[in-house]
């Protein structure tokens, strides 16, 4: 198992850098059960539903989300609803998974545990 990917930090985001492979995938999602791979306008994005009491706890988590993703530079793609927001990762520069997307969400769901 690879080691834990929440306590990690993202690289820089550059041109060029490597794809994720279908092993270090298969690997990290080992450690993001709750996570998704899907395709969107051809690109593969990390994604995960989050369920909420109401709209205000969707928004504050929206907002803890935002500012992990600043602290990074690395952004999500976030869909607020009431009781619900959807995150989804993905490299715009390399216009698939990276590293950076796996320790992202586990960093997400550690938002979520807290
Ligand atoms: C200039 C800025 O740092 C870059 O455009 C960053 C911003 N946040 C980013 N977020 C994501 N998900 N992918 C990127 O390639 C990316 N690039």
Known sequence: ??????????EA???GAPLATETERTDWLKQLPDWQIEQSDGID???RQFSFKNFVQALEFTNQVGELAESMAHHPAILTEWGKVTVSWWTHKIKGLHKND???AAKTDELFKS
Do not use: E, P, Y
């Open 45 to 47: 994005r990390l994604t």
């Open 13 to 15: 985001c550059r041109v």
């Open 1 to 10: 198992m690879s080691d834990n990917l929440a306590q990690q930090h993202c």
């Open 102 to 104: 796996f320790v992202c």
